[in-house]
């Protein structure tokens, strides 16, 4: 688990990624900070992780990389951690198409894709 520093192509960041997850790596974005932190078994690891960075709990929003999906279907904007009623997101799945954009800005900041 740690947050990203520098661009990572995805060939490094499958030979970090947990073992738990084939295919797969958990990512929580601070979209106010634009920094990620990934690798670890649950969004919550990785949001405390941020958090005891100097991130807000408003800014973190969690989801899955899939690293054999073609790059428009490698996110998945889905997290225990998305849950949240008072901003009008009641589900996992993250509603709003902004912070969709603002979470695949910090991905791709990082993330050197296919």
């Given at each position: 688990m740690f947050i990203v520093k520098k661009k990572i192509t995805e060939k490094e960041l499958a030979k970090k990624?947990?073992?738990?997850?084939?295919?797969?790596?958990?990512?929580?974005?601070?979209?106010?900070?634009?920094?990620?932190?990934?690798?670890?078994?649950?969004?919550a690891d990785l949001e405390q992780l941020l958090l005891e960075n100097g991130s807000k709990q408003l800014d973190l929003w969690g989801g899955n990389y899939y690293f054999d999906k073609p790059n428009d279907k490698n996110i998945i904007y889905e997290s225990?951690?998305?849950?949240?009623?008072?901003?009008?997101?009641?589900?996992?799945?993250?509603?709003?198409?902004?912070?969709?954009?603002?979470?695949?800005?910090?991905?791709?900041?990082?993330?050197?894709?296919?």
């Open positions: 990624a947990e073992p738990l997850f084939k295919g797969m790596l958990k990512f929580v974005v601070d979209i106010h900070k634009k920094v990620i932190a990934i690798d670890a078994g649950m969004h225990l951690i998305n849950i949240r009623p008072a901003l009008g997101n009641r589900s996992m799945l993250v509603n709003s198409k902004k912070i969709k954009d603002q979470i695949k800005a910090v991905v791709d900041k990082f993330i050197s894709r296919k």
